[in-house]
């Protein structure tokens, strides 16, 4: 088991009051393994992944939870250790937009090095032939490295930000959104290139994506998130195949490459509003299959299946 994360939570102080952004979420992914975090914008993907790498918001008011990285208690670590033990070199990220983010200002390849000169004390000539191996496996000619950022396209800078996160070779690498501001063609190279880095580096991956289809591309296990939990985990097949979760079912429903005969449906109702959240399930203002029960009590959690799990009363031993 790469990582096991046990009931994390992490909320927010805002003006309205305190955000469940994170509520309660547990999973698990093995060794090389790639699992799809998917669900609708406002879900609370981001701020997952942000728990996970220790990168805290300033208002956040609650972080609690078990996080286990080959073995090892993450939250016991104090900042300083996490720092110089976990971030880049055990988990890297490659944030919402990064590529975005890149300074306009210095030559990416100099970017790219600078945790390798910082944090690794390399000399830099070392770094910089490092970097150009990297640079190499992820599709980029060396010239690139002399380039600034405005002059390269899109997939280049996306494959910059990848290469970044892939320098320490990290066993654990959380992509959030990669694709998601790409072209389509573009789109399905960076893809390509994911699954083949995750078959040559044995490297697990949290892939981040609001298009379940797109995961299913890549995942191995998928996890699906509504209003700050995670409704239902299982293998890519058992989730695509047979959903459980009548959320995950209109999630497929609405995405019209994997049900291509009919037309793609509209999950009617908005996501919930974590400051206040529904009684019960969360889910239960908009679901098609709701009962009485699910406005008065928080659903169980099923496993209908071995490797499925799933939250909710339809597959509850005490499903009233
Ligand atoms: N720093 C923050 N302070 C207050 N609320 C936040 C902050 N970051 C995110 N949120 C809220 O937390 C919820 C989850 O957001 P986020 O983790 O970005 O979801 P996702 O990545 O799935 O779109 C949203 O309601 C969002 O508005
Ligand atoms: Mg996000």
Not at 33 to 57: H, Q, W
Not at 129 to 138: A, C, G, M, P, T
Not at 165 to 173: R, V, Y
Not at 266 to 274: E, H, K, N, Q, T
């Amino acid at each position: 088991m790469v990582l096991k994360i046990e009931e994390l939570h992490l909320h927010y102080v805002t003006m309205r009051g305190m955000l469940k952004a994170v509520d309660g979420i547990s999973l698990e992914i093995g060794s090389g393994e790639a699992l799809g975090l998917v669900g609708e914008s406002g879900c609370g993907k981001t701020s997952m992944s942000l728990g996970i790498t220790r990168l805290l918001p300033s208002n956040v008011s609650e972080y609690k939870g078990s996080i286990e990285l080959e073995g090892r208690e993450l939250m016991k670590l104090s900042k300083e250790e996490f720092r110089s033990d976990i971030n880049w070199k055990k988990i890297s990220m490659v944030f919402q937009g990064a590529m975005n983010s890149l300074n306009p200002v210095i030559r990416v390849g100099i970017q790219v090095a600078e945790p390798l000169v910082v944090h690794e004390k390399m000399r830099k000539q070392e770094a910089k032939e490092r970097v150009l191996e990297i640079f190499e496996r992820v599709g980029l000619p060396p010239e690139t490295f002399d380039r600034y950022a405005h002059e390269l396209s899109g997939g280049m800078k996306q494959r910059v930000v990848i290469a970044m996160a892939l320098l320490l070779n990290p066993p654990l690498i959380i992509l959030d959104e990669p694709t998601s501001a790409l072209d389509v063609s573009i789109q399905a190279q960076v893809m390509n290139l994911l699954k083949q880095l995750k078959k040559e580096r044995n490297m697990a991956m949290i892939f981040i994506t609001h298009d379940i289809a797109l995961s299913s591309d890549i995942s191995d296990k998928m996890a699906v998130m509504y209003g700050g939990r995670i409704v239902e985990f299982g293998t890519s097949e058992q989730v695509i195949n047979d959903p459980r979760h009548p959320y995950t079912q209109k999630l497929l429903a609405s995405t019209p490459l994997l049900r291509s005969y009919n037309e793609p449906e509209f999950i009617p109702g908005a996501p919930p509003d974590l400051v206040s959240p529904p009684t019960g399930c969360n889910y239960h203002p908009r679901c098609h299959m709701v009962m009485d029960v699910c406005s008065r009590k928080d659903p169980p959690t099923a496993y209908p299946e071995e490797g499925q799990r799933v939250e909710c009363w339809l597959y509850g031993e005490e499903n009233e």
